[in-house]
């Protein structure tokens, strides 16, 4: 029996394409993370940072760099709990971003708060606990931002990419302590209570597959 006009159309017709997988999906998550940054230009610009900008746009920017760390580490999770593998082609771009929202943090830092006068900001760093955290993040972030391209995971070899890049739960850790130490200051861990929260969770998971993995079936 011959097929149908329309089955034969249903089964020529090209598979419709997952909205993950399509191009402009990475243009989109591209933009939505240049969102923060556009939002403190502007309020730079048009004096809308309060009464302290540069406390207002360092902090900014330190806490936008803990948000899309944090998302980066979700990513894994996330794909498997939804069952979602597309989700992993989004990895690196958010973690170059993290690196980027990191680095313009040290910059506002520097130039803000110490008129980029490196030997006062390397005073600035032996002498306080939590810019000596946040610095030693960001010095850790750089390899993994440095190798974060195809030619370098073929140069390393995949084991030893793989290795390296679990350096970012280090860096996660590290990074919430630089912000609970900032943070004590102030009497307000509210907020990095929130962070460590979710980070627990998200470590968590990642030791309760690994010991799954090892148990015995």
């Known amino acids: 029996m011959s097929a ?3 089955a034969a159309r249903a089964r020529s017709a090209p598979a419709k394409r997952h909205p993950l997988l399509h191009p402009a999906a990475k ?6 993370c ?20 540069a406390e207002t746009l360092i902090r900014g920017l330190g806490d936008w760099t803990l948000r899309l ?15 979602q ?16 929202y990191a680095s313009l ?4 830092y520097g130039w803000l708060d110490k008129g980029l006068d490196l030997s006062e900001i390397l005073r600035d760093i032996a002498k306080r606990p939590f810019i000596l955290m946040g610095f030693t993040a960001w010095i850790l972030l750089i390899p993994l931002a440095a190798t974060s391209f195809n030619r370098a995971i073929k140069a390393l070899g995949a084991p030893r990419w793989q290795m390296l890049h679990k350096l970012v739960y280090a860096i996660a850790v590290i990074g919430l302590m630089h912000f ?5 200051g102030k009497n307000n861990f509210a907020e990095p209570a929130v962070y460590g929260a979710i980070l627990t969770v998200l470590l968590g998971w990642r030791l309760w597959k690994k010991v799954a993995r090892g148990a015995p079936r």
């Open 4 to 6: 149908t006009p329309a």
């Open 180 to 184: 609970i130490w900032m943070r004590a």
């Open 105 to 108: 943090h040290l910059l506002a």
């Open 27 to 32: 243009v989109v998550l591209f933009v939505l």
């Open 85 to 100: 593998p597309a989700l992993a082609r989004f990895r690196r771009m958010l973690g170059l971003f993290v690196f980027f």
């Open 69 to 83: 760390l944090w998302i980066t580490l979700a990513v894994t999770p996330v794909r498997t709990w939804i069952q």
């Open 34 to 53: 240049l969102l923060p940054l556009s939002w403190y230009v502007y309020g730079a610009f048009a004096d809308r940072l309060g009464a302290n900008p």
